[in-house]
Nanobody, 124 residues
Framework: QVQLVESGGGLVQAGGSLRLSCAASGRTSNILTMGWFRQAPGKEREFVAAIKRSTGNTFYANSVKGRFTISRDNAKITVYLQMNSLKPEDTAVYYC?????????????????WGQGTQVTVSS
């Protein structure tokens, strides 16, 4: 029904920047919220940021506030995650997700569709 494709991951030194993109396709008209989650080896998946598609309201995990910025391009049905001042602890696979129903934005279970993930590695 919906396909999400992330891009932009890679290897960067601490203090550097990356911008992740998530392009949505398929039956996207009813997407309410899009978000980014990340999962490091041996760790649980954690919320990073989310954005309401219609209003542009944004939400961030405390660990990334002031460093990461989520944005949207509704014409392209795409969301971005600008990551600045990256730290080694930001190393993880980053996943894009889409939610169709009103729900708690920071819970992974609120999202119906997920991308394949893109690896972000921050070296010290």
């Amino acid at each position: 029904q919906v396909q999400l494709v992330e891009s932009g991951g890679g290897l960067v030194q601490a203090g550097g920047s990356l911008r992740l993109s998530c392009a949505a396709s398929g039956r996207t008209s009813n997407i309410l919220t899009m978000g980014w989650f990340r999962q490091a080896p041996g760790k649980e998946r954690e919320f990073v940021a989310a954005i309401k598609r219609s209003t542009g309201n944004t939400f961030y995990a405390n660990s990334v506030k002031g460093r990461f910025t989520i944005s949207r391009d509704n014409a392209k049905i795409t969301v971005y995650l600008q990551m600045n001042s990256l730290k080694p602890e930001d190393t993880a696979v980053y996943y894009c997700a889409a939610a169709f129903l009103p729900a708690t934005y920071y819970y992974a279970g609120s999202y119906t569709y997920w991308g394949q993930g893109t690896q972000v590695t921050v070296s010290s």
